[in-house]
């Protein structure tokens, strides 16, 4: 009996404990709405797709209300997203936007349209226009051809922001997903990218050095962003010192001050090289990547790391873009890099740095990233 | 199987009572157990961010304070740094100061990221890299109140007169070949740049006393008006009206010290590629004048470029004079400082 009434007492006291857990008051974050990065002349030649679904709805903008209406639908663990005007007493308060950096329209090896698109959750201060954290948000929806050989790619790109495989979704999760004690870690930063003299000669016509720069150093700080470091983007041309051209698609536009790196990663592209067999294709690559910390100008990883992908040959397909295999080990290249940097693995290394001491200097750099 | 009873009621007495001593029962009646509280990211004053390093040598192994001291120093590092680069004239003042600051450091630090650690085992240094938030104001008000307390700083008057001036016809031309002395400048006094620029002289502790109050005091001697009309025709304001001007504050009951005089000529507009908006450049000049010197020149600034942007060209013009203004005032009441003078 008083067995009983001491278990009852603690089961009492318990749910007590649990319901009555504080509600701490959560960071507000105040939401700016949908943007564009990089130059404000090359917003339409850049994201055709996105400024024709913003055009589409006035004056709030469709990809704004869209994802608006979507955090409304949410609850968000570390912090609630304010969607009135900022509260002019804070002293710094924090505002975040969903902003297009990236509009490709690819091709499969199987001649299939894929819509890739490149975006970043950007949270910056208000009163400064610094950035505090942008987190990298890279989707690709694949589509099918018309009967006549021709793509839909406005169909094929409303697709892709706005389905539930879409971008929006996608940068939904990571809002979901985001912790703001993450701002606090290490930076870093793809600062340099570079091809190889002998590797743009044989790059395919429609695909220049400044779009694959481009692609290489996002693509890049979109998996260190998926390992949830703190990455500052990578905007070649669109930065001016640090400086980061912004704009909401309600029309303000401005810089966005970019915070100094505490590692800057440099990433030159060798080689590209491929095997043909009967039934298949190896298409590798060899990329140079070298992690400097900044302040005390000291090189901590410097390896060659080299990918190979096998692609199973389809009879009577021809493979319009034969870069994309080559796409695909660098992707995966990246994403596996950027595993390495959290944990780093001795076979790994074994297998794909050219470099002996590549393991020891990850292993050692890793507990410094955190 | 008593003692086992005895034993369970005694653990679930000393369990509530535990649970018990930890809660607490605010005033809406829930209990609240504590629990580490979140600190909101970035809700913090004015702060710089800078990086900086530390080393120490250690003997046998690295022990925890070894690896304490050189975060001590590092964090003395980034102060030291931060002082040399944006206040050099206080540097003096730090080091006075040093023992005080460095007792209490973390009073001035924030959010702090060790950004690397290094230890070398053949050489045994240790060496930790940190990135962190300096409380500015708070370091400032140190030294503030440090060249207060050291010797013979005056508190003084100061007033000011800078118009800004923008040529109907829009864009510079060359002194040099004669056409600016043509020019019929457009001259106002605006709101933005007194209120900019009465801050930061404010900011540096110095009594500043708005012109229109002054004016009726000193006759008109001093008077805006007079210094517009000179401003519209050149850059040089006339013999007559300087001299009047320091006659007539000098001779006030309570002598206004300084006079600070300048322009800030607006340029056409741009359109900004980059961001789409409209920039519109402005280039200041001023000096500050010793009233009861004969008009000795204390400082003076420019001619320097700023630009403000804007959706607008009202918008991007005001910005454009206020960034002008307060960058102007900035470097005057520094050089002021430099000389003892406050």
Redesign the interface.
Known sequence: M??QL?LK??GF?IA??LI???V?A??QVYFAGSGYLG???D?GKNYPHAVRINNAQKPVATLTKAFAELIQRNEFKNFEVNFKSVDQN???P?MMALSIERENLAFSTLNTPIAEISAQLVFF?YNTRTL?AAKQIPIAVNGVKNNDGTVDQDALFDLAYLSEEGLLSEALKSLKATK??E????RLQATKVTIAKKLLQKLPKELTERGLTQFLGQRLSAKLSQQRFNVIPYQRG?T?GRQM???LAD?????LQL??A??EIHMTFLDALSMQQPTFSLHGVDVEFSIK????N?V?FQSVLTYAVSTKKVANVDAKDSWAPYEDAIENLLAELAQQLVNPNKAWFKEHAFSQSAFKQAKALS??L? | MKIL?IK??SF?AI??LA?GFQ?RVPVNG????P?A??Q??????NIV?A???GQVNYSWSLDNDERQAAMLMAKKSLVRNLIAQKYPNYFNNYETKEEQIISNIDDYIL?I??????QDKEAKTY?V?I?AGINEPKLLATFLETSEKQGQIEESYLTFVFVARENPKHGFTDKNDGLKQDIKWRVSTTNEVDIAMGNIFVNNSFNVVSPSLVEQDTGYQFEVDKFKLDYENGDDISSVTLRNALKGLKDLEEPVHYLAIGTLDIDQSIN??????IKVAVSVTGQVLDVLRRGARKAAVGPVQYFG?G?TYGVAKNNALKSAAQAAAKVLAAQLRANNIK
């Open positions: 008083k067995m001491c007492l603690i006291y007590v404990f009555s857990l504080p701490q959560k960071q130059r404000y002349d917003i804070l002293t710094r924090l201060d505090v703001l004690k701002f606090q870690k290490v669109a001016i051209a912004f704009r029309s303000s536009g401005f810089n915070p100094e505490d590692y910390q900044k302040s005390s000291t901590r507990k410094s955190g | 009873k369970w009621y679930c369990l509530l649970l809660a829930t209990i609240v157990l629990t509280g979140l909101a990211a970035g809700n913090q004053g961010e990086t900086a390093m959010s990221v060790v950004v690397d650690e290094q060496q890299t990135r900004d590629p980059v961001t789409g908006n942007e959706p």
